[in-house]
């Protein structure tokens, strides 16, 4: 983990994603947002989001813990 960067939970959230829409994944844990950035990290001095987007609408487990080596997915790093 990164310096500054902190765990955003324990356990992956599940979403529903949407097809071409962009998604910016908090990286640094520090958002009360997640998974996703609420733009925290700037006063953390912590590591910026993540953007992402899906080719097809589905549901997913993304990773809140940020020790995933497959972001923005939960890859049961957490555990
Ligand atoms: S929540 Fe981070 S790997 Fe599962």
């Known amino acids: 983990m990164k310096e500054n960067n902190i765990k955003g939970g324990d356990a992956p959230i599940k979403c529903e994603l949407e097809a071409g829409k962009n998604y910016a994944w908090c990286t640094c844990g520090h958002g009360d947002a ?4 609420n733009g925290s990290h700037r006063k953390a001095n912590a590591t910026p989001s993540m953007s992402f987007t899906v080719e097809e609408d589905k549901t997913a487990y993304l990773c809140t813990c940020k020790l995933t080596k497959n972001p923005p997915y939960c890859d049961g790093s957490h555990k």
């Open 34 to 37: 997640q998974p996703f950035c």
